[in-house]
């Protein structure tokens, strides 16, 4: 049963800190996005991959968040240096890049809390 | 006003029943509509694509209305473990993808 994996699962971190998350697609899918969930705002879109390159990144705030595909297998999100505000859960989803682009997948989340 | 709105809820339905509910888009030129499913604190997990004006899985049916911009959700026979928040997912042009804020669904016995 093919999954979307994320790493890691919980995240504590002080303010200030780089936080590092990973997510690994599922194998053949070529679209991979990056979400974040907050009660407040609900599930916004923070970037969009397809065979690695970047789509669009126009929901990420540029200057402490930065996203990238090393390669067909990984994908991470990056928040240097992160804030209380960033707390939130951080969803990646994959597709196989079919015409409809809403047929994802989605990882177990990593849910982050900034002190 | 939001791009895709739904209704937050929740709707309480009782086992057995039949629970049905909206999300509207504004964007006129939406071309693809899904609705997910997430457990709480869980991820959202893909329910069904929405083709044409309507389809329908099982004990679901989902429906298209282009005049008036919105697509809807209809369970029929309802079980506890439909419990859940129902995301409405709308897919513009050049594969924008918007998510509705969710409608929450309480299945009691």
């Known amino acids: 049963d093919a999954r979307v994996t994320q790493t890691p699962r919980h995240k504590v971190t002080e303010m200030g800190q780089e936080v590092t998350m990973r997510c690994q697609p599922i194998?053949?899918?070529?679209?991979v996005f990056w979400y974040r969930q907050t009660m407040m705002q609900g599930l916004e879109l923070l970037a969009y991959f397809r065979n690695r390159a970047p789509l669009d990144d126009s929901g990420m705030p540029k200057d402490r968040f930065s996203a990238e595909m090393p390669d067909a297998t990984l994908a991470t999100l990056k928040i240097q240096p992160s804030e209380p505000r960033d707390s939130a859960v951080y969803f990646c989803?994959?597709?196989?890049?079919?015409?409809?682009?809403?047929?994802?997948?989605f990882g177990p989340g990593t849910r982050l809390t900034v002190t | 006003r939001k791009e895709v709105e739904q209704d937050p809820g929740p709707f309480n339905v009782p086992e057995g029943a039949t629970v049905a509910f909206n999300c509207t888009y504004s964007?006129?030129?939406?071309?693809?509509f899904f609705w997910y499913r997430q457990d709480c604190r869980k991820e959202p997990k893909l329910l069904m694509s929405v083709y044409s004006s309507g389809n329908e899985d099982g004990r679901f049916t989902a429906q298209l209305n282009r005049a008036s911009q919105y697509i809807s959700l209809l369970i029929r026979d309802s079980k506890l473990s439909d419990s859940a928040t129902y995301l409405c997912v709308v897919e513009a042009a050049g594969n924008k993808l918007t998510f509705g804020g969710g409608t929450r669904v309480l299945v009691k016995p």
């Open positions: 964007n006129s030129a939406s071309q693809s």
């Open positions: 989803a994959s597709g196989s890049g079919s015409k409809r682009e809403g047929e994802q997948y």
């Open positions: 194998l053949g899918h070529n679209t």
